[in-house]
T-cell receptor, first 114, second 112 residues
């Protein structure tokens, strides 16, 4: 089946630094990928839709200058959390559409900002 | 606001019993419905998809959809301790699959 690889699985960084998370579709091309954020005991919240070769579409309330998304190829999307702060600590998950409205998720990246 | 509502639980069932998980949604235009299982600290994985009214069975899992009542459920037969996880109901809104809305999830505990 379709596989979405996400890296790193966990990262710890100091406040004020930037962190990049990669999301790759391993055996298919994904023109669209989605980035979600999940805080403890809460549901997944869509942050943005990443479109290959064009600008990402951000959901209301998500700062596009803080969460930089790049989708340079059909198999790779990256999320960069710039100037991270402790409140950005969360579980970030990417996904890609792999069927009729079906989403396949990456393994997720747990970010801890000290 | 398009919403997906689930009881947060925990729902505790003995091993071998049937677990019943429920979900209601607000967008009448929704056409696609999914159940994802999420183990603690892990990413969600797809369990079932259902698109039309009625029941859909896959092994021990049965998804039920009633669009008139805006209700979707998941039944797990012969529950196993390994089924203990949070189950997320996901609804694709009428805006297409980039508009997937997730419920907050129901935590299921299967007691050996």
């Amino acid at each position: 089946g379709a596989v979405v690889s996400q890296h790193p699985s966990w990262v710890i960084c100091k406040s004020g630094t930037s962190v990049k998370i990669e999301c790759r579709s391993l055996d298919f091309q994904a023109t669209t990928m989605f980035w979600y954020r999940q805080f403890p005991k809460q549901s997944l919240m869509l942050m943005a839709t990443s479109n290959e070769g064009s600008k990402a579409t951000y959901e209301q309330g998500v700062e596009k200058d803080k969460f930089l998304i790049n989708h340079a190829s059909l198999t790779l999307s990256t999320l960069t959390v710039t100037s991270a702060h402790p409140e950005d600590s969360s579980f970030y998950i990417c996904s890609a559409g792999t069927g009729t409205n079906v989403l396949t998720f990456g393994a997720g990246s747990r970010l801890t900002v000290l | 606001q398009k919403e997906v509502e689930q009881n947060s639980g925990p729902l505790s069932v003995p091993e071998g019993a049937i677990a019943s998980l429920n979900c209601t949604y607000s967008d009448r235009g929704s056409q696609s419905f999914f159940w994802y299982r999420q183990y603690s600290g892990k990413s969600p994985e797809l369990i079932m998809s259902i698109y039309s009214n009625g029941d859909k069975e896959d092994g021990r899992f049965t998804a039920q959809l009633n669009k008139a009542s805006q209700y979707v459920s998941l039944l797990i037969r012969d529950s196993q301790p390994s089924d203990s996880a949070t189950y997320l109901c996901a609804v694709v809104n009428s805006g297409g699959y980039q508009k997937v809305t997730f419920g907050t999830g129901t935590k299921l505990q299967v007691i050996p």
